[in-house]
């Protein structure tokens, strides 16, 4: 394993090019070392873009990192047609029972047909239901083989009896799929809940499986999930791009639902600057003017590496910028030394969750001492890090 100044340049070489590729793909191959292509198969699977690659580039790489390509493609598609049957039974058990529920994200892209099949990864089918159609949609789920696992303060997970994932980074048609039950959506950002529930799900909409009340209901939960995601510093290149290839299909009234959401800044700033979404100026310049000031300049310079798992280093204060003002950041500061209990609980839950990243000591260790590592600035992230070396390790398909 290289030094992580090494490994840290590579994933920021690796990623920037990789990214852009997606959408001004150059007819040269990058000029990397054995090392660097190891790191780029890590970056496509962290950012969920090998699929979208396997399809868009225009030159050849090494051998093994065409394998790497064309292996994920295969097993991608096959598990977008798992999806598909999982979706459609939950959809006809839905329909039998008199259960509403709306396909949250990818279940709603799927729908929509904003990517080929097998284009975009789905780790997991996110559900809306009313509070009071919970234990009827845990009823449904156990019909087709799904039982309640993990119960967070988002959400309630179930899973099926299977075999343990899969230890290959990327896509494996074989992984465990989810399905996550919401009864509300929203996010701290960075510890104040923005909660967009109310707009989602569309009036008088039949029992089933339904889309959102409209696409820009859709694009403000895109654009808040990656929010979310970006103030941890844990965002995915595919959530970035799937705001561009939606944003074609919105209206005026569409993008008019987004115009007190500040916080929808950042990402759309982003989809525009990478891949060109076509965001309307005037949207843009209001949203940037809403935004906390901090957060306006931030988000001006973030990159692609800066705010997803390829920032190897694990920051004290991740997404400060996001507060409201001196008194939201001493909150969030205080969340961050001393979490409270539910916090330590959801924490604990998906360490649980996520075993195989056991063989890295990093949630093994006291509370205080992590701060310490965060402090020194010498803390590497355990998922990336965990991605980093099974690629090193030539274990990716």
């Known amino acids: 394993m290289p030094s992580l100044r090494f490994v840290s340049a590579a994933l920021r070489t690796t990623t920037e090019r990789l990214v852009r590729e997606l959408a001004q793909p150059g007819d040269s191959v990058p000029l990397w070392s054995d090392f660097e292509w190891d790191i780029a198969r890590a970056v496509a699977a962290m950012q969920g873009i090998s699929m979208l690659l396997a399809r868009s580039r225009r030159w050849i790489g090494p051998d093994r990192w065409e394998r790497f390509l064309e292996h994920q493609r295969t097993q991608s598609v096959m598990r977008d047609a798992r999806v598909g049957e999982t979706l459609a039974q939950v959809d006809a058990g839905a329909r039998r029972e008199g259960i509403r529920l709306v396909g949250l994200k990818g279940s709603a892209l799927r729908a929509l047909r904003v990517y080929e099949p097998g284009d975009r990864p789905m780790a997991d089918i996110d559900l809306l239901a009313r ?41 494996h048609v074989d992984n465990p799929l989810k399905i996550e039950l919401h009864t509300r959506v929203g996010d701290a950002l960075p510890v104040e809940i923005v909660d967009i529930t109310a707009r989602l799900a569309p009036p008088d909409a039949p029992p089933g499986v339904t889309g959102y009340a409209s696409h820009g209901a859709l694009l403000a939960h895109l654009a808040l999930h990656a929010a979310g995601n970006m103030r941890a510093h844990a965002l995915r290149a595919i959530q970035i791009h799937d705001i561009a290839r939606l944003a074609p299909l919105l209206g005026e009234s569409d993008w008019n639902e987004l115009s007190t959401s500040w916080w929808a800044f950042p990402a759309l ?34 990159d692609m590496t800066q705010v997803t798992w390829a920032n190897l280093h694990i920051s004290a204060f991740p997404g400060i ?77």
Do not use: K
């Not at 156990?142 to 179930?158: E, K, P």
């Not at 965001?279 to 310049?285: D, S």
């Not at 990093?362 to 890090?385: D, E, F």
């Open 269 to 302: 700033s982003l989809a525009q600057r990478y891949f060109a979404a076509p965001v309307p100026p005037a949207l843009l310049a209001r949203l940037r003017r809403t935004c906390p000031p901090l957060l306006a300049m931030a988000a001006a310079r973030y």
């Open 131 to 171: 509070r009071e159609d919970m234990q009827a949609a845990a009823r449904l789920l156990a019909s087709i083989g799904y039982h309640q696992s993990l119960v967070t303060t988002r959400h309630v997970t179930f899973g099926r009896d299977v075999a343990p994932a899969s230890v290959q980074i990327g896509e």
């Open 321 to 397: 910028e996001w507060s409201r003002g001196v008194g939201d950041a001493w909150r969030y500061a205080r969340s961050r030394i001393a979490p409270d209990r539910e916090a330590r609980a959801d924490l604990a839950a998906a360490t649980q969750a996520q075993p195989q990243f056991a063989d890295i000591p990093w949630y093994q260790v006291s509370h205080r001492r992590r701060i310490l590592r965060w402090l020194s600035g010498r803390a590497p992230r355990v998922q990336t890090l965990w991605t980093v070396q099974r690629a090193l390790a030539n274990d990716s398909g």
